[in-house]
């Protein structure tokens, strides 16, 4: 059991940067692998970055790769997003959420437990 809250989101410029946060209740946030998706207006939730329990492994979606690093501090409880170099098409609600599941977790079918999202809005 997890309780997930993001925060961080906002209005940007394009070429601008961002951190997201999510922030977990419990003591259990080092069992999940935890993720990170998006989903824009008219579109499907869709994958951004993966991050492994102990964060030696993370994935990335090609269209963020390069650009975009997720981390966590599991003493913290809290997941990161940084994102860089933004661009329009980067506008989204993100959420994160936490699987049981490892490896390459790109499926939002694979998440058990997700945050309520927050707003990432890129200027042209």
């Known amino acids: 059991q997890v309780q997930l809250v993001e925060s961080g989101g906002g209005l940007v410029q394009a070429g601008g940067s961002l951190r997201l946060s999510c922030a977990a209740s419990?003591?259990?946030?080092?069992?999940?692998?935890m993720g990170w998706f998006r989903q824009a207006p008219g579109k499907e939730r869709e994958f951004v970055a993966a991050?492994?329990?102990?964060?030696?492994?993370?994935y990335y979606a090609d269209s963020v790769k390069g650009r975009t690093t997720i981390s966590r501090d599991n003493a913290k409880n809290t997941v990161y997003l940084q994102m860089n170099s933004l661009k329009p098409e980067d506008t989204a609600v993100y959420y994160c959420?936490?699987?049981?599941?490892?490896?390459?977790?790109?499926?939002?079918?694979?998440?058990?437990?997700w945050g309520q999202g927050t707003q990432v809005t890129v200027s042209s």
């Open positions: 959420a936490a699987t049981t599941r490892g490896a390459r977790v790109a499926a939002s079918w694979e998440y058990d437990y």
């Open positions: 419990g003591r259990t946030f080092s069992s999940y692998a």
């Open positions: 991050i492994s329990r102990s964060g030696g492994t993370t």
